[in-house]
């Protein structure tokens, strides 16, 4: 008996029946079937691909990128620049009460930041003494994962929540920031910011990887 694929409601279906007045379409094999086979391992396989395009997502979670930028003004001469100072001087420290928490975190941050710009070649000096003020903050948004895409970046930029967390609860995106302003002009000549999902049990070390690769962008002097 042989193979007869014959059109209905569904795409198409392959079954053994004695020819009659229905005119089946006969195949023992052509593109008509070939088509049918491959429409069916799609549907087959289509899980198996989502699971596997996840679990190659996951895995690449554990190099998270950090997203970098630095722009600086196109009038400036930074070969004129020789000091700086910090636009809110850092706290005194106490021998009674060490750094912790944002404390030590502040002071972390302007240790790198103070290093590389030493290393540029330039000097700190006290405050309202400095050809250049820097600062820095943190920025936060609220983000959501509503696309394989989406989730995607969300775990190439750090994150580890699963895909359904992710997309009902949501995350927090952080962009740190670094600026240098001009102390005459009060105009900002430099800015370079580093952004990636806010990992709590990973804070810290992102916070000083964001703060060294920002500062590799400054000018040297």
């Known amino acids: 008996m042989p193979i007869v694929v014959a059109a209905s409601r569904s795409l198409f279906y392959s079954r053994a029946e004695p020819l009659g007045d229905r005119r089946p379409l006969v195949y023992h094999s052509g593109p008509m079937l070939q088509i049918w086979q491959a429409v069916h391992r799609w549907r087959r396989n289509r899980r198996f691909l989502i699971t596997l395009l996840l679990s190659f997502v996951v895995g690449c979670a554990n190099r998270p990128t950090l997203h970098v930028s630095a722009e600086r003004s196109a009038a400036t001469d930074f070969s ?9 001087p850092p706290p005194e420290p106490s021998l009674d009460q ?3 928490g944002r404390d030590l975190m502040d002071w972390q ?8 710009l030493t290393a540029k070649g330039y000097d700190q000096v ?15 948004r609220e983000g ?3 696309s394989v895409q989406d989730f995607i970046t969300y775990r190439e930029s750090g994150g580890d929540e ?8 949501g995350y927090q995106q952080g962009t740190f920031v670094i600026e240098a ?20 049990d990973k804070q810290q070390d992102r916070v000083r990887e964001a703060v060294q690769r920002v500062m590799e962008r400054f000018p040297s002097h």
């Open 80 to 88: 004129a620049y020789r000091t700086y100072t910090w636009a809110n």
């Open 98 to 100: 060490p750094r912790t």
């Open 109 to 116: 941050i302007r240790t790198i930041i103070e290093n590389q």
């Open 126 to 140: 006290s405050s309202g003494r400095g050809d250049l003020i820097i600062t820095y903050h943190l920025d936060v």
């Open 144 to 146: 959501h994962t509503n």
């Open 162 to 169: 699963g895909m359904q967390e992710a997309y009902v609860y």
């Open 181 to 200: 302003v001009d102390a005459a002009t009060r105009r900002l000549v430099w800015r370079g910011s580093a952004g990636s999902v806010i990992n709590p």
